[in-house]
């Protein structure tokens, strides 16, 4: 009868000494090092390892809905991927705010009840629209620099494609209220309504972003 091989307990090297050490300790058995940095340096350098390595597997995606669109790792293209990816969004919103009208138009005669929550929903929209359509490209000097760290680009991109995906979703929705102006069409245009706003404050977080990138020393 074979005995079963015990688990090793996971460990951390020291980055400084290279010793392994419990996880759970707060400074090296070894050296003495500080423990709790490294970890946050190296949580950190996983992350953006993480995100690279996402954005290669998910090529596809921006091949497939955005093409031309590269990213942000050259200088040189990073106001082309941003044209890019705002007439992407312009374009798609557009779409969105020709059904919505299309909805509208249906509804004051099957539905007038949520003809002024729609016309509300159309407004929200309108901002989204305006606020992607007359956004500077570039955000300014930063976007135009070599001084910026690796990390902050990999999640601009990250933070484009939940854009993308937000504006896909809201296209969904608009699709099934379309087709169901039922009894809750309602309750759905008040949480479509709900979703706009949501997705104006989180897009309004990407230019805080870019201005509060920090250089690279």
């Given amino acids: 009868m074979g005995f079963k091989k015990e688990k090793k307990a996971p460990t951390f090297k020291c980055q400084k000494c290279g010793s392994e050490n419990p996880t759970d300790a707060k400074f090296c058995l070894s050296c003495g090092a500080a423990l709790q940095e490294q970890k946050k340096v190296q949580s950190k350098v996983a992350e953006a390892t993480q995100i690279t390595d996402d ?50 138009e249906d509804a004051a005669s099957s539905a007038p009840e949520i ?7 159309l407004t929200n929209l309108d901002t989204f629209l305006r606020k992607i359509q007359h956004a500077n490209y570039g955000f300014g000097e930063m ?64 230019e805080d972003f870019i201005q509060g990138w920090t250089p690279d020393e």
């Fill in 115 to 121: 003809l002024k929550s729609l016309e509300d929903m």
């Fill in 55 to 104: 954005f290669k597997d998910k090529g596809g995606f921006w091949a497939k809905i955005i093409p031309g669109y590269h990213g942000y790792k050259k200088k040189e293209i990073r106001r082309e991927s941003d044209r890019l990816l705002r007439d992407h969004l312009v374009k798609q919103l557009t779409n969105v705010k020709h059904d919505l009208t299309a909805i509208e």
């Fill in 143 to 206: 976007f135009g620099t070599d001084k910026v760290k690796e990390p902050e680009l990999d999640k601009l991109i990250e933070f484009d494609r939940s854009v993308v995906e937000t504006v896909m979703s809201l296209q969904k929705a608009i699709k099934e209220l379309s087709s169901n102006l039922g009894e809750d069409a309602d309750d759905k245009v008040k949480q479509i309504r709900g979703f706009i706003k949501d997705s104006i404050s989180y897009y309004s977080q990407r």
